[in-house]
């Protein structure tokens, strides 16, 4: 939690990475907590399958749709569980 980018989008949670860090020491057992219970359940949440898909324009023409490719900023949450686990 502590080496969580400041700056990072916040996804659909709208939980920014910098309140994590700031409070990495008080929420940090409640998160293993439940990234625990998600392991030995083998429940992902949908909440941390959502995502929020923004299109970010390439090069070319702007009004040609090939020149958008898409960025997805999943929730927070859900990119440090990830982390743990890969």
Excluded: H
């Amino acid at each position: 939690l502590r080496k969580l980018t400041k700056t990072k989008a916040t996804g659909l949670d709208r939980i920014p990475a910098r309140i994590l860090r700031e409070c990495s020491d008080l929420i940090a057992a409640s998160l293993c907590l439940i990234f625990n219970r998600s392991i030995i359940s083998g429940i992902f949440p949908d909440e941390w399958k959502s995502a929020k898909v923004t299109p970010l324009f390439k090069n070319g023409q702007r009004s040609d749709i090939n020149n958008y490719r898409p960025i997805s900023v999943t929730p927070i949450v859900a990119k440090i569980f990830e982390r743990i686990v890969y």
